[in-house]
């Protein structure tokens, strides 16, 4: 099987949930080209301003803002402080975070605001990155269901009616259409959009020990929890054109560090500089799907005008089944597995496009 990549950028047909048209441009391209055409970027702010108006100076904290402490929660931090919130910063905590990712943990209370920072118990936290690496092949998984979930738990918990994301996936990376255009993310929009890989929080009951009280912090709360504390969650980027170059100079001026050299399986040194096992991850994606996240970077670039896509195709080829031996051996002893038992999860999780 061929991976065929999109006519203008990098992305290619093994991407899920990707389309392309007749012309081969990726849907993640055609969303680019409506956001910069087709939106009226000063209509959506003031639609903003008047939105954000109905929560100021109603309760302890106008806003949540959940945040990694990477370069697009930092840049979303700072707007919603642009616009005169006062947030609760909500952080779900890394599997185990880098130095730099640590850094830019910590300048979050640097910026003037409060800040929560939840780890979850770390033999749990063990077993369900294990899980999601065996069963779906994403040791991120826990994250995943962490940093959707917990901070709508915080919401509702503290009576927080607005929670702030960042950009829209689907519109920045590429999506069903219907997903593309949502400014809202609510609980449907989880496990179908939500990178959960068909593997349900319910479904981790009784693996391993494991049970419904352990995975309460990565359940999204009921609907009846949800209408009673009347619960919005804002997609950023779909007020606000969203271009992860532009924001950098924001953001490093306020704190944010970039990676002291290139990580591996990546173009750049300003994005996921928080998580140690970021590459295991990424090469997984590779697998998979025959790309990883130097073809992402490239994309989201390419769409705004940077590189030529010719040049930077072996760059990116290269940069895709990077695997960086000693974060491998670090990650095998976390989750207390065998190279060779890494290598037969990680092979069987090969993708049609690799005749290898």
């Not at 993310?185 to 959009?193: A, G, H, I, T, Y």
């Not at 998580?275 to 769409?303: E, W």
């Amino acid at each position: 099987m061929t991976v065929n990549r999109c006519s203008k950028c990098l992305t290619p047909d093994t991407r899920p949930e990707i389309t392309f048209n007749s012309e081969g441009i990726c849907d993640a391209c055609i969303s680019a080209v409506e956001r910069h055409k087709n939106i009226d970027w000063i209509e959506r702010e003031k639609e903003f301003k008047e939105l954000i108006e109905q929560y100021k100076g109603k309760g302890e904290y106008d806003c949540i803002v959940a945040s990694s402490g990477g370069k697009d929660s930092t840049y979303q931090l700072l707007k919603v402080l642009e616009y005169g919130l006062k947030p609760l910063v909500v952080t779900f905590g890394q599997c185990e975070i880098t130095p730099t990712g640590q850094h830019n943990l910590d300048n979050i209370a640097e910026l003037g605001v409060d800040h929560i920072l939840f780890r979850l118990n770390r033999k749990l936290y063990k077993k369900l990155f294990k899980i999601g690496f065996e069963l779906a092949g994403d040791c991120c998984y826990v994250c995943h269901l962490g940093i959707f979930s917990y901070p709508i738990r915080v919401a509702v918990e503290k009576k927080i009616p607005l929670i702030i994301y960042g950009e829209n996936p689907q519109s920045l990376y590429g999506g069903p259409k219907e997903a593309r255009g949502r400014k809202t993310m609510d609980k449907s929009w989880l496990p179908q959009f939500g990178g959960l890989n068909n593997l349900r929080p319910e479904d981790l009951i009784g693996m391993d020990g494991i049970t419904e009280t352990d995975i309460n912090p990565l359940t999204y709360p009921s609907d009846e929890e949800l209408k009673n504390a009347n619960i919005t969650a804002l997609f950023l980027g779909s007020f606000f054109s969203w271009e992860a170059r532009e924001n950098l100079d924001l953001v490093k001026n306020n704190g944010f560090k970039f990676a002291p050299q290139k990580i591996p399986g990546a173009l750049a040194t300003y994005e996921n500089v928080d998580c140690s096992y970021v590459n295991i991850h990424d090469y997984m994606c590779y697998l998979k799907y025959g790309f990883g996240r130097a073809t992402t970077q490239a994309s989201i670039d390419l769409r705004n005008g940077y590189f030529n896509r010719e040049a930077i195709l072996p760059l990116v080829e290269q940069c895709d089944k990077e695997l960086d031996l000693k974060i491998l051996k670090k990650f095998c002893e976390f989750i207390s597995i065998t190279e060779d038992h890494f290598w037969e999860i990680a092979n069987s999780f090969k993708g049609d496009w690799n005749d290898n």
